[in-house]
């Protein structure tokens, strides 16, 4: 079966560093995607990594290791405006991608 | 400005009833999308389309239908046989380029619920 774990929910404070971790197991692998949902809303893009190693965009970096079914998401100098879901998602073949629960991060004052 | 547009934002089923999302997006992809998002659950995926007049089930498309007659449009149908229709339902697209990025892109959504 296919299985994307993420912690639910997260707390960290403004200005800190906060890392979401994102393991997977899938029959398949062409890509691992991080989005960020605001309640109510549309998951936006963050990040996307198909090769080992960090991407790094901004406040945000990714890292990826196909042979451990391991990413994370870290987010530094986190802003109250931060404070959403981010949802992991893998890339199964060309069209399907397999979401997990997506982890709550509160970033509190 | 490019993007996908749902609508409506919210709508409401009353029993026996069949009920059309639509999604319109003016990104030129191939590939459109729709997903189902519950509490506590991650993004479900209903139905997905290629190319016109082409569409695949995914893991939950028992009560839906959908149709591509436009490579803008893919219209999502709730139909009666979907007892437990309430949910948040997205709409994506992406650009098929050989195995490239192909980044999903998300409408609004719509908040779907039984009166």
């Known amino acids: 079966g296919q299985n994307i774990d993420q912690p639910t929910e997260m707390t960290a404070t403004e200005g800190a560093i906060v890392q979401i971790n994102c393991t997977y197991q899938?029959?398949?692998?062409?890509?691992l995607f991080w989005y960020q949902q605001h309640a109510g809303e549309a998951p936006t893009f963050l990040s996307y990594?198909?090769?080992?190693g960090l991407e790094e965009k901004g406040r945000f970096s990714s890292f990826l290791s196909r042979s451990k079914g391991y990413s994370y998401l870290l987010l530094k100098e986190l802003q109250m405006k931060d404070s959403a879901s981010y949802l992991c998602?893998?890339?199964?073949?060309?069209?399907?991608?397999?979401f997990g629960t997506g982890t709550r991060l509160k970033v509190l004052a | 400005d490019g993007g996908i547009t749902q609508s409506p934002k919210y709508l409401f089923r009353k029993e026996g009833q069949n009920v059309t999302l639509s999604c319109e997006q003016n990104?030129?992809?191939?590939?459109m999308y729709w997903y189902r998002q519950d509490p506590g659950q991650g993004l479900r995926l209903i139905y997905y389309?290629?190319?016109?007049?082409?569409?695949q089930k995914g893991d939950i498309a028992e009560g839906y239908s959908v149709s591509r007659e436009k490579k803008e449009s893919f219209p999502l149908t709730v139909t009666s046989a979907q007892k437990n229709p309430t949910a948040f339902y997205l709409c994506?697209?992406?650009?098929?380029?050989?195995?490239?990025?192909?980044?999903?892109?998300f409408g609004a959504g719509t908040r779907l619920s039984v009166l």
């Open positions: 994506a697209s992406s650009m098929y380029q050989g195995g490239i990025k192909n980044i999903q892109y």
């Open positions: 990594n198909v090769l080992d």
């Open positions: 389309s290629q190319i016109v007049n082409d569409f």
């Open positions: 990104l030129n992809h191939d590939a």
């Open positions: 899938t029959s398949g692998f062409n890509g």
């Open positions: 998602a893998v890339r199964i073949g060309t069209y399907k991608y397999i």
